[in-house]
């Protein structure tokens, strides 16, 4: 990868959506960096729709494509998903909120930490854990980890909301009872860090490409990705569009990386960020010291 970028997981599994994956890959090819495609539960139930996802890698031949299943997904079926599109690693989502906003959704969450333990045992590639845009609270990175998951993409709140989307799409009138469900990606990325345990953390959830790309690799993430943003621009200004966006995105990096002094993403990762505002509360009541993030950390 030549930038710590990666387009989140999206779409798929139906034929009118098979140009957006197509597009996706060929911007993350042409700029070398990373893609997950959407959910393969349609194409593993339906082969008929598989070329929806399998045109990412069609597309994009070398690169970093990754799987994407629900978390309870048998580990057989996590290998078809992977074999489907030669992923070179799997993102394992979370999405309780999401499910039980549906009125077709899952109910039954049981055994979730045993699937997978055994998906990792059995995966020859990384296993990444997700959420879908609600974060993950420190106690629940800290039992994914115990499971064997060295990979955490927090994915919080302040992005795609699933709920809203789910209550939209089945006219439900009950979106106000559950609309500050989650933890902010700040926050979430910010507790699942002060864990201090030897695993990479990914940080999703509602970025945009400006400064908050660099404030999360000084915190300590070792890839943003971001899904609606590049979305919307795909839409609105075409292929093209989207190109100029990731290039801008990667060289506005590279200019905050110049203005603070750092000549590589571990020299970033080390400089002093103070946290304020409803972040640092929060982050102060859950016993999570932010003061040694505003020191040069080695």
């Given at each position: 990868?030549?930038?710590?970028?990666?387009?989140?997981?999206?779409?798929?599994?139906?034929?009118?959506v098979e140009y957006i994956?197509?597009?996706?890959?060929?911007?993350?090819a042409r700029a070398g960096i990373g893609m997950a495609v959407g959910s393969q539960t349609a194409g593993l139930e339906d082969p008929g729709v598989r070329n929806t996802y399998k045109i990412a890698r069609e597309e994009?031949?070398?690169?970093?494509?990754l799987a994407n299943v629900n978390a309870l997904t048998?580990?057989?079926?996590?290998?078809?998903?992977?074999?489907m599109i030669g992923?070179?690693?799997?993102?394992l989502h979370l999405n309780v909120a999401q499910e039980l906003a549906m009125t077709e959704?899952?109910?039954?969450?049981r055994g979730v930490l045993t699937n997978i333990e055994k998906v990792v045992t059995l995966s020859k590639v990384p296993v990444i854990v997700k959420e879908v845009g609600f974060g993950l609270s420190r106690e629940t990175a800290k039992r994914i980890y115990d499971v064997g998951v060295r990979y955490i993409d927090v994915s919080g709140k302040g992005g795609t909301d699933f709920i809203k989307i789910e209550f939209a799409r089945s006219s439900q009138d009950c979106l106000g009872k559950f609309q500050n469900i989650g933890i902010s990606t700040a926050a979430s990325l910010i507790e699942t860090l002060s864990l201090d345990l030897p695993f990479s953390v990914l940080a999703s959830g509602g970025f945009t490409g400006e400064s908050d790309v660099t404030?999360?690799?000084?915190?300590?993430?070792?890839l943003v990705g971001m899904a609606g943003h590049f979305l919307r621009v795909l839409h609105n200004s075409s292929e093209k569009g989207l190109n100029d966006r990731v290039d801008?995105?990667?060289?506005?990096?590279?200019?905050?990386?110049?203005?603070?002094?750092?000549?590589?993403?571990?020299?970033?990762s080390k400089k002093p960020v103070v946290i304020t505002g409803i972040t640092a509360e929060w982050l102060l009541r859950r016993g999570v010291d932010i003061n040694k993030y505003s020191q040069f950390r080695e």
């Open positions: 990868m030549k930038a710590p970028l990666l387009i989140n997981a999206m779409t798929g599994g139906h034929p009118e994956n197509k597009s996706l890959a060929r911007v993350a994009n031949p070398e690169g970093i494509i048998p580990p057989a079926l996590v290998k078809e998903a992977i074999n992923a070179d690693g799997v993102q959704g899952d109910r039954n969450f404030c999360a690799l000084v915190l300590g993430s070792k801008r995105i990667i060289e506005d990096l590279r200019r905050s990386m110049l203005m603070v002094g750092a000549a590589s993403l571990e020299e970033l």
